[in-house]
């Protein structure tokens, strides 16, 4: 029974890269076209493989609601939380994971550091969008006239000296962040808080979610916070994997 649901799985990536007749569909799982025609029913029944009129079987609709409703349902915050937590358990600072909401960047889950200083944000709450570290992952990800129109539409207010400064310099900030798949906000906002973030992706590679790791300069300095980037980035991939339900990495999506 294994070697059946093996098989009759083998099917659904070989169709995935296109429509097979019988005899590839056989040649490929290395069984008799009989063994084939049978496991390509059963699979054609449930609405998972269409037999087209050239005889030639195709990925079934039913497949694709499927899917669809598999990603509907997902809870990137759910998925997310106990990796937030063991994350925060480890090394002690404020943990945040954020999403990209209608022009907005909002914190969809929080777990506070253990230190007596604490960081003024809440879940819900819209961060500081040209600045903070987690947005700059979300909106680097946004295609490039998008990306372009929001930045030339957003306000830039100096927090600080290091805030940037007009729409020039952060489209050049986010294709660094692009290219390098982090970001930081070192006092951008707030001179005495510094942040690093990595990038959550969905099974096709795009970012749905950005995590972050804060801590003010009285605890820990930047050049100090910059070393958990790699944890950071492990962690941000662990929860990628788990959401995208993939054991592998998962590469970029290049935005057209």
């Known amino acids: 029974m294994s070697q059946t649901v093996d098989r009759a799985l083998s099917i659904l990536p ?11 569909v056989a040649e490929r799982l290395g069984v008799h076209k ?7 029913r059963t699979l054609h029944e449930h609405g998972l493989v269409y037999r087209q009129q050239d005889q030639r079987y195709r990925l079934g609709a039913r497949l694709f609601a499927l899917a669809q409703e598999a990603v509907e349902n997902l809870d990137v915050r759910e998925i997310a939380h106990p990796h937030l ?14 999403v990209y909401e209608e022009s907005e960047v909002l914190y969809i889950d929080k777990v506070e550091s253990r230190y007596p200083v ?16 987690v947005a700059k992952l979300l909106l680097a990800d ?24 007009d729409s020039a310099a952060f489209l050049k900030e986010l294709a660094g962040v692009r290219d390098q798949g982090w970001a930081t906000d070192l006092g951008g906002h ?16 795009r970012v749905v979610a950005a995590m972050s790791v804060s801590a003010p300069n009285v605890v820990v300095t930047a050049e100090e916070l910059l070393t958990l980037l790699p944890l950071v980035r492990r962690t941000a991939d662990a929860i990628s994997r788990e959401y995208s339900g993939s054991n592998g990495n998962l590469p970029a999506k290049e935005a057209p």
Request: hydrophobic letters at 45%; aromatic letters at 4%; glycine letters at 6%.
């Open 118 to 133: 604490r960081m003024y944000s809440r879940i819900g709450k819209p961060v500081a969008i040209t600045v903070a570290a």
């Open 34 to 40: 009989s063994t084939a025609l049978r496991l390509l």
């Open 14 to 24: 070989l169709l995935a890269q296109g429509p097979a007749d019988l005899g590839q």
């Open 85 to 98: 937590v063991a994350l925060n358990e480890q090394i002690g600072h404020t943990v945040h994971l954020a």
């Open 190 to 205: 707030e001179e005495s808080i510094n942040c690093i973030a990595a990038a959550v992706r969905g099974a096709d590679g």
């Open 142 to 165: 946004l295609p490039e006239p998008e990306r372009r129109a929001l930045a030339e539409k957003l306000d830039y207010p100096m927090y600080t000296s290091r805030s940037i400064p």
